[in-house]
């Protein structure tokens, strides 16, 4: 009897783990994924940044709260936050990512918008919008409580 609910116990741990959520982590490598033509400056204390945006329902509804003026808080030592003015759609997102330093992301349990200058562990509802180009990341890192402008490349 003893064996019986030992393998039964066992098997019931098993399809429990097992039914957690269905959905995948994205994994796609950085330079397979597809980009829009259009760039971000990212202006912060004189410098301007340049970043990417990924082709995907939510960096398109970011975009289109451009352009905006921001104040980064330093959130974990990993990243830079501010709350966005709407909260942005996630439709055909995946369920989650593990964020590299450079990337531009939405935290939609917040409605913030996430710049991290370190990696950081796999996060479920972040949502990935565009990645950093070149060295923007290290001056990033000294940025707490400044405020940033953020604008479409191309306008004014």
Not at 106 to 124: H, K, M, Q, V
Not at 135 to 151: F, M, P, Q
Request: with cysteine.
């Amino acid at each position: 009897m003893r064996i019986f609910l030992l393998l039964l116990l066992t098997g019931l741990m098993f399809a429990l783990s097992s039914c957690g959520n269905a959905e995948t982590p994205d994994t796609t490598p950085l330079e397979e994924r597809k980009t829009m033509n259009r760039k971000l400056q990212i202006q912060l204390d004189g410098h301007v940044l340049t970043a990417v945006l990924y082709d995907n329902a939510s960096a398109k509804d970011f975009m289109a709260q451009l352009p905006l003026v921001l104040t980064l808080s330093d959130f974990n030592g990993t990243e830079k936050i501010a709350d966005l003015p709407k909260k942005i759609s996630g439709e055909g997102a995946p369920n989650g990512f593990r964020p590299a330093a450079g990337d531009i992301a939405y935290y939609a349990p917040w409605g913030n918008l996430a710049i991290f200058y370190r990696d950081f562990r796999y996060s479920e509802k972040l949502i990935l919008l565009g990645k950093i180009e070149g060295d923007g990341v290290k001056i990033l890192r000294g940025a707490d409580n400044r405020k940033v402008t953020i604008r479409l490349a191309d306008s004014p």
